[in-house]
């Protein structure tokens, strides 16, 4: 090809991905498949590989640089950052309100909510429409440069639909969907987990490699102006939004106009009770006087803007008092120390427990009854103890002392060398079989509507069920012998307990509650059973899984060896062997989660090594696993394939003396079809 003719393709490249990125991640709407766009970028990218000279630093190609190898440097902002004054009921924004009708007398108001997201501020410059830097809020005067991870945020435009020079800040932050993703991950390998999004965030931003921030497919929203030369001046705060928007900026499109307190209380109430609902995490509602020329006469305080307040939604930490600490034990036998609360409202609901985890962090945190305590809850999770308050100590708090025994069953605990958990050996434990139930027919698990918590527990203490099994063998006339049921509601039980006898694989090997083995586990498990046993029964399984040995089980793709022994154990165990034949006898039936389409890779693992050029290595795992194959991570006598793309490391020698069949990149894709 002709430089001429490369130059304008790639020219077109660009703009075509730069068009897809916008849609994609600012409007949230797909022209076309994703692969669409990622196909366009691999084009892309060799055509620039081959051509360098044709390489701009406004090119899709070029949001990941390399690795920082010093600290941060420190960036002064051109705009100073100011913090918002914050309200925490409807009568702090009357107070407010009040306090700037005084400053623009006989004027009426108009306000912009947006919803305030949890994330982490940084501030954008753009250079005569080319983004060159990306700084954190740090002091406020200044910040640190973190351009190398921002600029991987792909629903930021790295050139802008205008030549102007810009100042504007926005938030930085993780999607539910991309949160609960990563510590998905994270568990599969026995990583440590990040606490909440905002976290995973900051700490993705302010990472020294780039591709690890890449990987982690931050987001951004821009909402407020700094430094600029635009010609025409936005006169309102909206004005601002669509001038941002329209330079091709992520900007939320979820803020509201109100002309007046009470409208704005009715955007902060509709939000506080659909947050939940929302693809992010947000903390509250913002709410900006709307006319920029009131803005200015409305100034700053020293500290904040007159004319913005943030109203915070109830909140997420609070303090109160230790009363006592017992010990819950849960369906694997773990102990935890629960502190029972003076009761107290955090995050808009009432609490009187919060968890204390296990021993070493009790002894770590130095938790005694009498305690002044700051608890922390974050959306439906238990309540938390974050910190004791030992400066409000008055010499009489009791130190707990954590038990030898079971509290329930009076039976051996231990604490394994290297484990932080204290268990209950005892197999029997009422507490134990009475979670392991719960656990069962929870959502993730059989999903049995209306077999809660307190049901379940009235069975066991009625001696109806002894073990999950026991669940499909029961009769309107049992559930009529507990108290308050009547015939209506025994049998809408007795049909959702029949309608769940159709389980898929994944959630079956969830619901037994093995340890190490949760929801990301079960489906990897099931996709490698569903490559080996077409015809599922509860016994079948546990015919080929009781077989299978630690080595075999760590052969499987994100499976460690914590979640290996758990399996080779829990398999092995008499008791599990009895469940099984129950679950067999009262005919429990097995689906599989995915579609054998392609009898060439059903059933066969493949090992990938050295770099894919058509195809990511991730999409090549996940192709293979749609197709009913097994991809690994390690060569062995066992392995089906090894793919081998460009610069193949030291496993390629091993299969060759190993005689595993090697495939090219493209062999392997022909084998795909």
Partial sequence: MEISTVKTRVEKLRSRINQLNYKYFVEDKSEVDESVRDSLKRELKELEASYPELITPDSPTQRVGSVLSALFKKVR???????????????????????????????????????????????????????VRAITRGNGVEGEDVNHTVKTIESLPLKLSEVVDLEVAGEVYLSKAEFARINS??????????????????????????????????????????????????????????????????VNPAYKLATSLNEVWKCIDTWSKSRDELPYEIDGVVIKVNSKVQQEKMGYTAKSPRWAIAYKFPAMQTTTKVLGITIQV??????????????????????????????????RKDVRVGDTVIIEKAGDVIPAVVEVLKDLRVGDEKVFIFPVKCPVCDGIVEKPEGEAITRCNNSSCFARESESVIHFVGKAAFDIDGLGERVVLQLLDAGLISDPADIFTLTEGDLLELPLFKEKRALKIIEAIAASKDVSLSR??????????????????????????????????????????????????????????????????????????????????????????????????????????????????????????????????????????????????????????????????????
């Fill in 77 to 131: 902002h051109l705009t100073p950052k100011k913090s918002l004054e914050d309200a925490f009921s409807e009568e702090d924004l009357c107070e407010w309100e009040k306090k700037i009708k005084k400053l623009v007398p006989e004027q009426n108001l108009e306000f912009v909510c947006e919803l305030k997201i949890d994330g982490l501020n940084v501030t954008l410059i753009y250079e005569k429409g080319e983004f």
């Fill in 185 to 250: 991950e994270q568990e599969k390998v026995e990583g440590s987990l990040f606490a909440n999004p905002r976290n995973a965030a900051a700490g993705s931003v302010r990472q020294l490699d780039p591709a690890v921030a890449a990987s982690r497919r931050l987001s951004f929203f821009c909402y407020e102006l700094g430094k600029h030369n635009f010609v025409n001046e936005p006169l309102t705060q909206s004005e601002v939004l669509e001038r941002l928007a329209k330079l091709g900026l992520p």
């Fill in 330 to 363: 849960g369906r694997t036998g773990a102990l935890t120390p629960v502190a029972e609360l003076e009761p107290v409202v955090v995050a808009g609901s009432r609490v009187s427990r919060a968890t204390l985890h296990n021993a070493d962090e009790l002894a």
């Fill in 508 to 673: 079956f090997i969830f619901s037994l509650g093995i340890r190490h083995v949760g929801e990301g586990v079960s489906q990897d498990l099931a996709r490698y059973v569903a490559a080996n046993i077409k015809d599922l029964s509860p016994l079948n399984l546990l015919g080929f899984l009781k077989e299978k040995s630690i080595e075999e089980f760590m052969q499987i793709e994100g499976f460690g060896m914590a979640a290996s022994q758990s399996l080779h154990d829990s398999f092995n165990e008499k008791r599990t062997q009895e469940l099984f034949e129950k679950f067999d006898r009262v005919g429990i039936k097995l689906t599989h989660d995915v579609v054998l389409n392609n009898s060439k890779v059903a059933g066969k693992s493949f090992v990938i090594t050295g770099s894919l050029k058509e195809i990511g290595r991730q999409q090549a795992k996940d192709a293979i696993k749609k197709a009913g194959g097994i991809s690994q991570s390690d060569v062995s006598s066992k392995t089906g394939f090894l793919v081998v793309g460009e610069e193949p490391g030291s496993k390629l020698k091993r299969a060759q003396e190993l005689g595993v069949e090697v495939l090219s990149e493209a062999q392997f894709l022909e084998l795909l079809g």
